[in-house]
């Protein structure tokens, strides 16, 4: 198996949920999210029916928000750890400007769109080489991790992440005793 330097030893980075490289078996590598795909494609798991996956609903939503996203590899992009709770993702998208280009958050999934604006009716190419496709990547985030900002440099969009460290809380649970409630 091999993994990304930019990725945890587990499936799941405990602070942003990306894909892992395995082996494939023409020699080169994967990502491990396509093979999630598959999974979910041939198999429909329903983790809430069984007593001890109580809780594990959340799960598998995001296993299959993943499955679904479908992303084809474009724009390349990088994630980086800026620090111990900061993390950067960089995409390639030259070409676009800020204006064709949104990033939203719903439901913990960030979305980045691309698409160009055709205002070029007056043009005529006699060869057209540069590829003006529009573009969807997502990104399933972790708890607790938001959305620092973004910037546009040198045809390269970093959004930056922070992670808040949530606070420590210890709950203790009181016991009721069967005969002190008779």
Do not use: W
Request: aromatic fraction near 6%; hydrophobic fraction near 40%; include cysteine.
């Amino acid at each position: 198996m091999v993994a990304r330097r930019h990725l945890a030893q587990t499936a799941f980075d405990p602070h942003i949920f990306l894909e892992r490289a395995v082996a494939d078996d023409r020699g080169g590598v994967r990502p491990q999210i396509a093979f999630m795909q598959r999974m979910c494609l041939m198999t429909k798991l329903t983790l809430g029916s069984h007593p001890f996956l109580l809780g594990f609903d959340q799960l598998e939503r995001l296993v299959e928000r993943t499955a679904k996203s479908g992303n084809d590899g474009y724009p390349p992009y990088n994630i980086e750890q800026r620090g111990e709770n900061a993390y950067r993702i960089t995409l390639a998208v030259a070409g676009f400007a800020d204006a064709d280009l949104s990033i939203t958050v719903e439901d913990r999934q960030l979305v980045i769109r691309g698409k160009h604006r055709d205002d070029d009716d007056a043009r005529v190419f006699l060869h057209r080489g540069i590829a003006a496709r529009q573009f969807q990547r997502s990104f399933v985030l972790a708890d607790g991790v938001e959305v620092a900002g973004a910037s546009m440099e040198h045809g390269l969009l970093h959004i930056d992440l922070k992670r808040a460290v949530p606070d420590s809380v210890v709950q203790t649970i009181r016991i009721n005793s069967a005969k002190a409630e008779q």
